[in-house]
């Protein structure tokens, strides 16, 4: 008995909140001379605090600084001081931020708190983190540059109702299976022992389509028994391989711009079946040095040594002449012969069932073939002709082909590169 009140002594020494209840409790209620004699009933504790379990060393062993942060803000009784805890507050919420959203703001450093060593080593190996997963944008590629503007000039063509361009490599296959389509129809009339056939020398489907009302016209058998007298005893310009070579290079669903022309030049190796293009090798005529002068001052492009303009077909550049054929040494001399009325028919079909078109009429002949044109659903470029007596009268600084461009644009199609290399 001597020995329990003593240990009640040194439970209570030790822990003076528990009070002589405690003793009590821990002595198992037995009589004894210190509480013995009634006592006032101690006020009610709300929950004391077990023994086994002092409150002290729990509260330093359950609630770090760290993992209080983490739940909820830090009392004013907190044991960590204010400036040991705000860099540690500062680690934690750049821990929780997620990265950064991609774009081509970089992560920036200099814009994260520096409130001490472990805010800065947390800054820093997040910064590294976000530098790894989002390296900076470095420049594209020209080709991917020029892939992703193509995709979406595509994409506004096809907005806007246009058909979808071909590459110029896929024009240029069009063009060449065309030829050679053209090259078996020869030889198919010289096994024959007969003059061609003007229907079977239009051989792009597109074209053939559109025009086959006009070959079942009248004027037409006309056309191909004048034609078949001037083979027979007069030369003709351009060869018969060449004579629908524009549409025969340019689909009709692919034609984005018209540059209309009057007859083909009638000079020896001159015509190939384009307005205003020669062959290679051969001398440049005045007009189209004009031309290459205009392109040089509206778009500074470099005058070539040549003046084959097969490039710009192959981007959609109809070269029409009125006049398909012309007899040689003599301009305008099959004017009369009835190409007016098929050529006509060309452009009265591109104007009613395309949009978007740009039209370049250059001179007084031009503009009158051109007044088929619809302008509320095609775009007319008008001036003085190249040649040289009228260049310096309304063609030199007209700027069609950046005025061309421009319009293209617009239309959601692809820009024309003019540059002849």
């Known amino acids: 008995m001597k020995r329990s009140k003593l240990a009640q002594r040194a439970i209570g020494d030790f822990f003076p909140s528990a009070g002589g209840a405690k003793r009590a ?54 044991q960590s001081p204010p400036q040991q805890q705000q860099p540690q507050k500062q680690q934690l919420q750049q821990q929780q931020q997620p990265a950064p959203p991609a774009g081509p703001a970089p992560w920036d450093e200099a814009s994260q708190p520096s409130g001490g060593a472990a805010a800065a080593g947390s800054s820093g190996g997040t910064t590294a983190a976000a530098a790894a997963a989002q390296p900076a944008a470095a420049p594209k590629p020209s ?49 024959e022992g007969r003059a061609p056939r003007l229907a079977d020398l239009l051989v792009e489907p ?18 191909q ?4 007298r001037e083979w027979a005893s ?16 340019v689909p009709f669903d692919q034609v984005r711009v018209v540059v209309l022309g009057q007859d083909p030049y009638f000079n020896p190796g001159e015509a190939m079946g384009l307005s205003f293009s020669v062959p290679p090798g051969v001398r440049v005529p005045s007009s189209l040095r004009n031309i290459y ?41 099959h004017a009369k012969a009835g190409w007016a009325g098929l050529t006509a028919a060309a452009v009265a079909a591109l104007s009613k069932r395309r949009g978007g078109v740009v039209f370049l009429l250059w001179g007084k002949f031009a503009h009158d073939r051109g007044q088929v044109v619809d302008t509320t659903r095609h775009h007319v470029l ?40």
């Open 234 to 249: 007069k030369t003709v310009y351009p060869a018969q391989e060449s004579i629908f070579r524009a549409f025969n290079s």
């Open 382 to 421: 008008k001036s003085a002709h190249p040649s040289g007596l009228s260049a310096s009268r309304g063609f030199f600084g007209c700027r069609h082909f950046s005025q061309a461009n421009a319009l293209l644009a617009k239309e959601g199609l692809p820009p024309i590169d003019w540059q002849i290399e």
């Open 293 to 333: 002068k205009e392109l040089q001052t509206d778009l500074g492009c470099r005058v070539p040594g040549h003046g084959n303009l097969e490039k710009w077909c192959r981007q959609g550049v109809l070269l029409l002449n009125a006049s398909l054929t012309v007899r040689a040494g003599e301009a305008n001399s």
């Open 25 to 78: 409790k821990g002595d198992d209620a037995q009589p004894t001379k210190e509480n013995s004699a009634p006592q006032p009933a101690p006020a009610p504790a709300p929950s004391p605090p077990r023994p086994a379990s002092p409150p002290g060393p729990v509260r330093r062993r359950s609630r770090s600084p760290v993992l209080r942060l983490q739940t909820r803000p830090p009392q004013p009784g907190s």
């Open 143 to 191: 080709g991917l540059d020029a892939l992703m503007s193509s995709a979406r000039r595509q994409a506004g063509a096809a907005k806007a109702g246009h058909p979808v361009a071909l590459a110029p490599r896929e024009m240029a296959a069009v063009a060449e299976r065309n030829r050679a389509a053209v090259r078996e129809a020869l030889a198919e009339s010289a096994r």
């Open 206 to 223: 597109s074209w053939k389509e559109v025009l086959a009302p006009e070959f079942a016209k009248p004027y037409m058998p006309q056309l």
């Open 225 to 228: 028994a004048f034609l078949e």
